[in-house]
């Protein structure tokens, strides 16, 4: 079992609509979360983190956080085309370096 | 959010060279610097942790001799390929955080097609 994992997709969503990418993980120590969008060639950015149960808004997005199911999501909304890219979950387990663990990523494409 | 360069942004070299790739923070004191690679449609995989100053701490599968990785100031990682092969061809990311950060942040990114 993968310790983060996502579906690659691709998930197809058109302009304007709400687009929810999810993400599950095994290691239960993982403290924090983080949503990354990758573009073709190009390094990660990140989008958002989360630390606490519930939902956190930052503008057009909200990541929401489920401990006790071991889930994170997150919701686009009114996704643009520039939104088309790879999104990248990665779980943060306190000490041990605070090192990411990754999921495979789920590319997202938003269509006109 | 900082800025953390990485140079160079790709590179092709010959088998068996080596290859110096370096990772820079330009507004911050990087305490901790983190290397990935990245296959084409695969995630980023870590290959080791360096904190300034301390060898690096190498994940499993990743040959320490072959990926020398130095962290001798605050500003500055490299990480080195050596005797390199085509199955090393790759993107390789580095990735910095302060002491006081939970962020992490990402450079450029670095292709290499090793032929």
């Known amino acids: 079992q993968k310790e983060v994992e996502q579906n690659s997709g691709p998930l197809s969503v058109p302009e304007g609509a709400i687009a929810s990418l999810n993400c599950t993980y095994s290691d239960r120590g993982s403290q924090s979360f983080f949503w990354y969008r990758q573009y073709s060639g190009k390094s990660p950015e990140l989008i958002m983190f989360i630390y606490s149960n519930g939902d956190k808004e930052d503008g057009r997005f909200t990541a929401q956080l489920n401990k006790a199911s071991q889930y994170v999501s997150l919701l686009i909304r009114d996704s643009q085309p520039s939104d088309s890219a790879t999104y990248l979950c990665?779980?943060?387990?306190?000490?041990?370096?605070?090192?990411?663990?990754f999921g495979t990523g789920t590319q997202l494409k938003v269509e006109l | 959010g900082a800025v953390v360069s990485q140079h160079p942004s790709w590179v092709i070299c010959k088998s068996g060279t080596s290859v110096k790739i370096e990772c820079r923070s330009l507004?911050?004191?990087?305490?901790?610097m983190f290397w990935y690679r990245q296959f084409p449609k695969q995630s980023l995989m870590l290959m080791a942790t360096s904190n300034e100053g301390s060898k690096a701490t190498y994940e499993q599968g990743v040959e320490k001799d072959k990926f020398l990785i130095n962290h001798a100031s605050l500003t500055l990682s490299t990480l080195t390929v050596t005797s390199a092969h085509p199955e090393d061809s790759s993107f390789y990311i580095c990735?910095?955080?302060?002491?006081?950060?939970?962020?992490?942040?990402f450079g450029q990114g670095t292709r290499l097609t090793v032929v």
């Open positions: 507004d911050f004191q990087a305490t901790t």
């Open positions: 990665a779980a943060q387990r306190t000490g041990g370096g605070n090192k990411l663990t």
């Open positions: 990735s910095a955080r302060d002491v006081q950060g939970t962020e992490a942040f």
